[in-house]
């Protein structure tokens, strides 16, 4: 069998001028995944990034001599542009207001289809990010593993369509990807499998302080 580990980056800026930066917590958790990646002897044949900083930084200080190729289906949905598009006239003066936009735009953007301009709409994102899966896998050869540094909306798509949940499990499962955590995937004959998600172990003890999932 063949394996994906789907890694989702540190913590970004929440609230910042500039979201696509890591945080001094999340370059932290960048390294300790990193760390978690050698524990487990996980040696990729490929490694892989969207072209965000944030998913792109995550993949350097976790694998620093790995060569990242970059593949833009990987990227996070456009969280800005979704609530500019849908929640135009939303107070969002601060952080905890800009959630609350967030959480009824992800509502009518993923349940309701909504389609949110530049954005698109929710289907569209999710198949487009299965269908990087899908190319990666086809590329793997027996035994060979590969690691995608991405987003909490790319991973929870890919386990919400593995596991055919309907859209509200997407929200569901998005809500609780940590910051730097690892899923992981497995290929073979009877298709790709999802063994485990959202692994955080290595944020366990003395590491506790660095969990987070925004």
């Not at 989702?8 to 990646?37: I, K, M, N």
């Not at 929870?156 to 910051?179: D, K, T």
């Not at 290595?202 to 987070?212: I, K, Q």
Request: charged fraction near 20%; proline fraction near 4%; hydrophobic fraction near 45%.
């Amino acid at each position: 069998m063949g394996a994906v580990h789907l890694v989702r980056h540190g913590q970004a800026s929440f609230g910042a001028e500039d979201y696509d930066v890591l945080s001094p917590t999340g370059e932290r958790q960048a390294a300790a995944v990193g760390d978690e990646l050698r524990r487990r002897e996980v040696t990729p044949v490929s490694v892989w990034s969207g072209n965000l900083r944030r998913q792109q930084v995550t993949a350097k200080l976790a694998l620093p001599d790995a060569d990242v190729q970059v593949d833009p289906r990987w990227n996070e949905y456009d969280h800005l542009a979704l609530v500019s598009h849908l929640a135009a006239d939303a107070r969002v003066s601060s952080p905890r207001e800009f959630q609350a936009a967030l959480d009824r735009v992800l509502h009518a953007w993923i349940v309701d289809g909504a389609d949110a301009g530049a954005a698109g709409t929710f289907a569209a994102f999710a198949d487009t990010a299965v269908a990087a899966l899908d190319e990666l896998v086809a590329g793997l050869g027996k035994g060979e593993t590969a690691v995608v540094f991405t987003s909490g909306g790319v991973i929870a798509s890919i386990c919400a369509r593995l596991l055919e949940l309907p859209p509200r499990g997407f929200l569901a499962v998005n809500r609780v990807v940590a910051n730097a955590s690892i899923t992981t995937l497995v290929t073979g004959r009877s298709g790709t499998s999802l063994v485990s998600f959202n692994e955080h172990g290595h944020f366990d003890g003395p590491a506790r302080d660095l969990l987070t999932y925004r």
